[in-house]
């Protein structure tokens, strides 16, 4: 079992940057492929970006591709998704997951097992 605590949302400028941070309970974090999703007000759930359980390989949305990174510190327990150049459609709640069949890197939602609950994220022009 992992528990997932999302943080770091916010209120933003257009323009500007924020980090969010995610972390995981449980001992076996570093074993989960863990990944970012958001949800817009009247939107479907889009995947946003994931990462190995070793770190070593990264998948970001075309959306977000040159704006985002997803980083994780296994000895943190804690995954990351720094957004820099933020624009207002990157308003959603955001929520982490973690995946147990880690490879292929799952870029969608029905192969995590694991999701907190969401934080809010909105970018004013």
């Known amino acids: 079992q992992v528990q997932l605590v999302e943080s770091g949302g916010g209120l933003v400028q257009a323009g500007g940057s924020l980090r969010l941070s995610c972390a995981a309970s449980?001992?076996?974090?570093?074993?989960?492929?863990m990944g970012w999703f958001r949800q817009a007000p009247g939107k479907e759930r889009e995947f946003v970006a994931a990462?190995?359980?070793?770190?070593?390989?990264?998948y970001h949305a075309d959306s977000v591709k040159g704006r985002f990174a997803i980083s994780r510190d296994n000895a943190k327990n804690t995954v990351y998704l720094q957004m820099n150049s933020l624009k207002q459609e990157d308003t959603a709640v955001y929520y982490c997951?973690?995946?147990?069949?880690?490879?292929?890197?799952?870029?969608?939602?029905?192969?995590?097992?694991?999701w907190g609950q969401g934080t809010q994220l909105t970018v004013s022009s």
């Open positions: 449980g001992r076996t974090f570093s074993r989960y492929a």
């Open positions: 990462i190995s359980w070793s770190g070593g390989i990264t």
């Open positions: 997951a973690a995946a147990q069949n880690s490879l292929p890197l799952p870029t969608t939602g029905d192969r995590y097992d694991y």
